[in-house]
């Protein structure tokens, strides 16, 4: 059965079957949009119990003709790597169209349609394993998210959506130009030419080719991670984005960068990334300080947060400068950790932000005493977050941390600096926000949690202390792909 | 030299001839019958072309042949572009209907004339002899400074026109001027001779690059490439939409096809002097293009300045001068032909000019918008769209003879294209509607256009095989 072929096909025929619906009936819209995604997730999870953890290579493909003329196919498959990643989309999108349920009044119609596209987008990436329908895909995302973040975002939204969308467009008009370059070494030296990735694998590029792709694929994803000096357009567009914008953002679309890197980067040119790891770690080490001390001074929660994806995902690039088992390991499954944590800190701010129409961090203080179960819930997302033993952030950061202290001290020094400064802004968020006395009279009547904001924190909740209790199996699925990864620096 | 013409010759001939005969019909129809001939005008254009493009395929069926000794050359290149020129007519002319009536200028001379325009460019895509090509290039030139001002009360269609004609006649006179430096070189005015004769002489030879540089001249203010573009934004923004569609696409792409005819055949053994002018000209297209389009406020002056920088793409794919940057130019010319019309006749339906009258279109009319969208990302050059596939391949064809700066600079453009082109996005989807409901130019023939450029452009971007089929074979033969 073409099993990722309908979990791909999925969303883009809900999508068809919206437009159909009249823009009118938006409960039904709502409906069947958040169905869709939830089909999606039901077809998802069963990967998880059918993958082959003991196999190498990649599982479930689908293999079909694209564009013969050039070499270019239609082919999907997942390892331990873009398995979750898969899992993460599939999980993350019914969340985030549950989550927009009341949020979104106007032009119903149109927003599900975006969402279903985006998620269609998301889920072709990480599928995947032809390069030129991995570009396609990288690039299909970002007319969705415009469209959220320009259409029912914020007050800025014009500004930070155009932003958005042109930054990662410079850095994948550079990626393109790097994946051409690559489709034409792998015609001079390969039988065919191709752009399926594992037949890319067995080119040996000469160091200054691969020099050159390796800082031209380096463009295109350190933007969209995004990396220190690149990351401008972040808070901007997390800010302004409404919350499913924010949550899909945070929690997906920045893992393209990191899933590029590991997928792509680090395999196909990896004495390139051996000689550019020292300033990936640089970097990642600049973001993940940098990041923290500028969530330090945010007055708006929501930015704050977005900040705060800066530091986080400074530590999965981390991981993977240190090109060892454990700093890419960690780094994957700190990236599907940060899917979670932010996205339930997204959530959240989003939950208050529809009761109060605010963001301003001063507006708030003593929630816990009419919210006392948000206060719980996000108690452990910031927990969570700043990577406290026991949740999944911690088995994420450590793990990272391990594979950078093998590599260097120092590197490892500084990073668990962040983790401290990391702690000290959640923290202070938390208790400017949840604790002390009830200053502001107009947070007197708010509503604690409903059934419908539950049922999108609790998958997450959950997630999040089973893998910070018990790790075990998300390491189990990762172990391969890693090792074959760390394998081709070896040589 | 036999005086002889056999059958060949004449089918050669036969799409021109038929086109003009069609195109004097409707001149005819329209004088004798006046008013009552309107409802006839496309029902004889449309059939014209059908029975032009049932020739060209019969040519297809025996290309290549040369007819008038050496004067025509039927091959799959010259059938490829007249393809396209007919598709190009064939959109022009049902999307012109309403918009003729609504200016109130329906008068029959403009169907004529764009079948006329057509008979000219035919010649600019066959003709092997300078002075056929000269004539075919004045045809088509003369239909469309009439076209341009076709609005006879409209001010500023005038004034356009007028820039276009005294321009294009100066320009014309250039290119005369470096045809007659070939023949000089030559000694005949076949472009088999004269690639004997440039090919003989040695490199860096100042005459052969004085008519490099006047034809070369000539040609760039067809295409509207830079530093020959002053002439572009006015013109299109002065002339009927319908026009402006026309100008864009059909006049571009035919003087396109005379620029490799000429620089690929006769001069090809002069590279070394025109590739470093045209990939100048490439560069300044795209930049006086790209970032001229950024500060307009006008929506045809800035798929003007847009139309500049498309030249400049074309115009690399020349310059790395390999068959990928062959097959590059003809399937960005045929993405052209779809996207650019699209784009046009959207702005015919929207009827306004001002980015700003595109304020809130996707709420009124999200049958219109939605699709544009899909233009607007293909001119840009994003997948899964046509226009994607173009720049694909002129990348391709840059990056692999080495050209690496090039495919760079033309890469970091997209960009900024896509910022003014999303201009528009923004105003159609994220502005509010603006109070007044202008009146929407659209009919039966507009909206089965603007389905058919829709699917084609998104289409040949999500499933390019056959059109990528199409575009080989139409060079390989």
Redesign the interface.
């Known amino acids: 059965m073409p099993w990722l072929t309908a979990l791909l096909a999925l969303p883009l025929v809900g999508l068809i079957v919206l437009l159909a619906i009249p823009g009118k009936a938006r409960n039904l819209v709502r409906l069947w949009a958040n169905a869709v995604l939830l089909a999606g997730l039901g077809l998802a999870l069963p990967l998880w119990q059918s993958f082959d953890r003991t196999a190498n290579g990649y599982q479930f493909v689908d293999r079909m003709q694209w564009i013969p003329t050039l070499g270019a196919q239609f082919l999907l498959g997942i390892d331990g790597i873009s398995l979750l990643l898969v899992l993460l989309t599939s999980l993350l999108g019914p969340i985030a169209a549950l989550a927009s349920w009341n949020a979104i009044e106007e032009r119903t119609k149109e927003f599900y349609a975006m969402l279903l596209l985006l998620q269609f987008g998301m889920l072709g990436l990480f599928l995947s394993l032809d390069l030129l329908l991995f570009f396609v895909f990288f690039e299909v995302v970002l007319v969705p998210m415009y469209f959220l973040i320009g259409i029912w975002g914020g007050e800025r939204r014009l500004y930070a959506a155009i932003k958005f969308f042109l930054y990662t467009l410079a850095g994948s008009v550079v990626l393109l130009l790097g994946i051409i370059a690559l489709y034409w070494q792998g015609g001079l030296h390969l039988a065919r030419p191709t752009f399926e990735i594992t037949e890319l694998l067995k080119l040996q590029l000469a160091l200054d080719v691969q020099r050159w792709l390796f800082w031209a694929f380096f463009v295109g994803f350190a933007i969209k991670v995004p990396m220190v000096p690149f990351h401008t357009w972040l808070p901007d567009a997390h800010t302004e984005a409404p919350t499913a914008g924010s949550v899909l953002l945070a929690g997906v679309l920045l893992k393209m960068g990191t899933y590029g890197f590991v997928r792509l980067s680090l395999p196909l040119f990896p004495e390139a990334a051996r000689e550019a790891a020292p300033i990936l770690a640089v970097l990642s080490i600049v973001a993940i300080l940098y990041g923290a001390l500028i969530s330090l001074m945010q007055q708006d929660w929501k930015r704050l947060v977005a900040y705060s994806s800066v530091s986080h995902m400074g530590f999965c690039t981390l991981g993977l400068a240190a090109l060892n088992s454990n700093g890419i390991a960690g780094s994957v499954l700190q990236q599907f950790n940060h899917g979670i944590s932010t996205s339930l800190l997204f959530l959240l701010v989003g939950f208050v932000y529809e009761r109060r129409h605010t963001r301003q961090i001063a507006d708030f203080g003593g929630l816990a005493v009419v919210m006392p179960r948000f206060a719980f819930v996000f108690a452990v997302a910031v927990f969570s977050s700043s990577g406290l033993p026991l949740l999944n952030g911690f088995i994420g950061e450590f793990t990272i941390l391990q594979g950078a202290f093998i590599v260097s001290r120092t590197w490892a020094a500084f990073a668990v600096f962040g983790i401290v400064l990391g702690a000290a802004y959640l923290l202070w968020l938390y208790q400017r926000t949840m604790l002390g006395d009830l200053r502001n009279e107009a947070n007197r009547g708010l509503a604690d949690l409903s059934l419908r904001e539950w049922a999108t924190v609790l998958p997450l909740l959950m997630l999040a202390l089973a893998i910070g209790v018990y790790p075990k199996p998300w390491f189990a699925v990762l172990e391969r792909p890693v090792l074959e990864i760390v394998g081709r620096f070896g040589r | 030299m036999s005086h002889y013409y056999t059958d060949v010759d004449h089918f050669a001939l036969l799409p021109a001839i038929l086109l003009a005969l069609f195109g004097c019909a409707i001149f005819l129809f329209d004088f004798l019958l006046g008013e009552r001939s309107r409802r006839w005008h496309l029902m004889l254009v449309l059939p014209g072309l059908a029975i032009t493009g049932w020739h060209l395929w019969k040519q297809g069926q025996i290309a290549p042949f040369t007819a008038f000794h050496g004067v025509l050359t039927i091959d799959a290149f010259g059938l490829f572009f007249n393809w396209l020129f007919l598709l190009t007519a064939a959109l022009v002319a049902v999307i012109s209907y309403r918009y003729l009536e609504i200016e109130d200028e329906h008068q029959g001379e403009y169907y004529g004339l764009v079948l006329m325009a057509q008979a000219g460019a035919y010649f600019l895509a066959v003709g092997t002899e300078l002075i056929t090509i000269f004539v075919g290039m004045e045809t088509m030139g003369i239909s469309f400074y009439v076209l341009v001002g076709f609005l006879r009360r409209s001010r500023r269609s005038n004034e356009a026109a007028l820039k276009y004609l005294i321009l294009g006649a100066f320009s014309s006179g250039i290119l005369a001027y470096g045809f007659s430096i070939l023949y000089g070189i030559a000694g005949s005015t076949y472009l088999t001779d004269i690639a004997v004769a440039v090919a003989a002489r040695p490199a860096f030879d100042p005459l052969t690059i004085l008519a490099i540089l006047t034809v070369s001249a000539g040609i760039l203010f067809k295409i509207s490439a830079a530093p020959f573009h002053m002439w572009a934004p006015d013109v299109y923004e002065g002339a009927p939409t319908a026009v402006t569609a026309y100008l864009a696409v059909g006049s571009k792409i035919a003087s396109l096809a005379l620029l490799l005819r000429l620089f690929l055949g006769p001069l090809g053994s002069a590279r070394e002097a025109w590739e470093p002018l045209l990939a100048l000209a490439a560069i300044a297209s795209l930049t006086v293009g790209n970032l001229a389009a950024v500060t307009q406020t006008n929506a045809k002056r800035m798929l003007a300045y847009s139309s500049i920088a498309h030249a400049g793409y074309l115009l690399l794919g020349l310059v790395a001068g390999n068959t990928t940057g062959l097959q590059g130019i003809a399937i960005y010319s045929g993405a052209y032909v779809f996207m650019t019309i699209g784009a046009f006749l959207v702005l015919m339906a929207v009827h306004g000019e001002e980015i700003d009258d595109l304020n809130g279109f996707a709420r009124r009319h999200p049958v219109y918008a939605v699709p544009m969208?899909v233009f607007l990302?293909s001119l840009a050059g994003?997948?899964?769209t046509a226009g994607f596939l173009g720049k694909?391949y002129i990348?391709?064809a840059l990056?692999?003879s080495g050209r690496y700066v090039l495919?760079?600079v033309g890469?970091?453009y997209?960009?900024v294209a896509?910022?003014y082109y999303?201009r528009l996005?923004?105003s159609m989807?994220?502005?509010p509607t603006i109070e007044v409901e202008r009146p929407k130019a659209s009919s039966l023939g507009l909206r089965v256009a603007l389905g058919t450029t829709g699917l084609v452009t998104l289409g040949a971007g999500i499933?390019?095989?056959p059109f990528?089929?199409l575009a080989?074979r139409s060079l390989l033969k």
């Open positions: 969208v990302l994003l997948p899964p694909y990348f391709l990056i692999e495919a760079l890469a970091a997209v960009a896509l910022f999303f996005v923004r989807f994220l502005l499933y390019p095989e990528l089929q080989m």
